[in-house]
């Protein structure tokens, strides 16, 4: 439950400015974290931070508790004598507001393995030491994590489901020997995590030290092509002679789309999960913890009831609700790991059951404005239909239009709805008066996009859902982040008792 009023900023590390091609966790991420504390933020909203795989969404990664490779820092290898300054000249030239992902891989691998080469033949005894302490504290998903990529470099990128019979399917004797084959590509990859964990830390304890909370991100499932179904095939449902998901994740046809969403994860064998108390689910909510201090549960009302697609089909319309144990899980959880910094995303088609699992553990919701001005004044989302306090609020998501795009798209009499509502505008664009709005609500916590606060157009958006390429690209440039934009937004953010100075 949310106890103070607070507000924030949605930014996924990618966006950052770097001279690498993608945002990552060098000093750029530290100039952010200081205009967070200069503008009298308090929070720091993420996507998943995992390896991306198909498509580079951060919600299909190659694995649930890992950190993605692409936002480790060169400069800081560099200053740990891992990378030398010519290794970072003749770097090629990449856009300065969109991330080109396939260029990016190639160059940041390169990097990568020379950091590793340097490591073997350098690292003093303590950094081995701290690597290999690192490698046991993770060892639960990290050896596996490891092994998958190292095969699937070594099967040219294919998905496990069709390596070999013997390997896909972890036959000791087999995986064995392919891991003594493997073995200095698995390490290498350990590495990687090694890395991508130190700077993670220090980012997330510099940020906290200013008085910034990192809210993160558990996408409910996790890819197909993943570690985590490759190791625990027996908590999914998986066809047992292809490995495919034999039952397949989505959402029903509704309003916006009459075939549904097709999501293709497998969905949970969520009666082996309860056997095992949940253990899966509560070392990642376990793992996730150790990175961010507030966690958001994307498709939240799938812990109470999910949609569920019978391999083979092309749409999500013959699908049917199968009940899931939602009340036991966080049960389970709460046991385990103490009261959860848990936020749920109950956006969509939310039923009563959704509420109450919600309610039962004083999760927090979500409230959309975008959402709030084309139908009744009973619309759930606007500010004054707020039943408590215990509430996120948002301009929009890292899934919808920026909001200047989004008014922009409205016809005039949409328009004139919206500007009715908010009694005229402030001078200074639909994105403040939004802005506003959040921050005046009950909602104990407001959050907007980066592109909302500097008055960003659609070009700008992140995510375009049921568009499969061009999502995640999104940068901004160095010198957007001016005096006069914190200026601003801490103004805002203190007249509606949001600084931390007025939680004194």
């Known amino acids: 439950m949310l106890l103070s009023r607070a507000s924030g900023i949605l930014l996924h590390p990618t966006s950052f400015p770097s001279r690498f091609g993608i945002g990552d966790l060098g000093q750029e991420a530290y100039n952010f974290v200081n205009f967070l504390k ?46 030398a300054e010519e290794d970072l000249s003749n770097l090629p030239e990449f856009p300065s507001d969109r991330v080109d992902f396939d260029l ?11 950091a590793y080469q340097n490591f073997q033949k350098n690292a003093s005894e303590e950094e ?35 390596w070999d019979e013997d390997i896909a399917s972890r036959q000791p004797a087999v995986l064995a020997e392919w891991q003594k084959r493997l073995a200095d590509e698995i390490q290498y990859h350990k590495f990687v995590q090694f890395e991508f964990f130190q700077q993670w830390d220090e980012l997330k304890n510099y940020a906290n030290e200013k008085g910034i909370k990192i809210f993160g991100d558990v996408p409910i499932y996790v890819a197909h092509d993943s570690a985590d179904v490759w190791a625990h095939p027996e908590i999914f449902c998986l066809d047992a002679e292809t490995g495919e998901a034999s039952l397949m994740a989505g959402v029903p046809p509704d309003y916006f789309s009459q075939t549904g969403q097709l999501w293709g994860n497998p969905v949970y064998q969520w009666d082996r ?17 150790n990175k961010v201090d507030w966690i958001r549960i994307d498709h939240f009302r799938g812990l109470s009831a999910y949609w569920a697609v019978p ?11 199968i009940e899931a144990p939602g009340e036991a899980l966080f049960e389970t959880i709460n046991e385990k790991l103490g009261t959860l910094p848990i936020i749920a995303e109950d956006l969509g088609l939310i039923t009563p059951d959704v509420e109450e699992l919600r309610d039962k553990f004083e999760f927090p919701g979500m409230k959309i404005l975008h959402f709030a001005f084309d139908s009744g004044s009973d619309n759930p989302y606007l500010p004054y239909n707020y039943n408590s306090a215990n509430w996120v609020v948002y301009t929009g998501t890292h899934d919808n239009n920026t909001t ?32 506003r709005l959040a921050m005046a609500s009950v909602a104990s916590m407001a959050i907007f996009p980066l592109q909302d606060i500097l008055g960003l157009g659609e070009e700008t958006v992140m995510n375009q859902p049921g568009v499969a390429e061009g999502n ?31 939680q004194d």
């Not at 190659?62 to 990378?83: Q, R």
């Not at 990016?104 to 020379?114: E, M, N, R, Y």
Request: negative net charge; hydrophobic residues 35%.
């Open 128 to 162: 081995q030491k701290t690597f290999e302490e690192l490698c046991t504290s993770k060892a639960f998903w990290l050896d596996d994590y490891a092994s998958f990529m190292a095969l699937k470099e070594a099967n040219e990128g294919a998905s496990w489901h069709t």
């Open 404 to 435: 200047v795009g989004w008014f922009n798209n409205r016809s005039s009499e949409e328009q004139e709805r919206v500007t009715s509502f908010l009694g005229g505008t402030w001078g200074n664009g639909i994105h403040w008066d939004l802005i």
């Open 273 to 289: 999960l309860e056997r095992d108390n949940f253990l899966w689910w509560v070392q990642r909510i376990q793992s996730m913890l």
């Open 311 to 321: 391999q083979g089909e092309t749409t999500a319309i013959n699908g049917e609700w």
């Open 38 to 83: 200069d503008s009298g933020q308090q929070i720091w909203q993420i996507l998943p931070l995992g390896p991306t795989g198909f498509g580079n969404s951060p919600y299909l990664a190659y694995s649930a508790m890992a950190g993605n490779p692409l936002l480790i820092s060169p400069d800081k290898l560099k200053n740990k004598g891992l990378l």
């Open 104 to 114: 990016v891989a190639q160059i940041k691998g390169s990097l990568l393995k020379t």
């Open 472 to 502: 995640w690209s999104w940068r901004y440039r160095s010198g957007m982040l001016t005096s006069e934009v914190s200026d601003r937004l801490k103004e805002v953010t203190d007249i509606y008792g949001r600084t931390p100075e007025n």
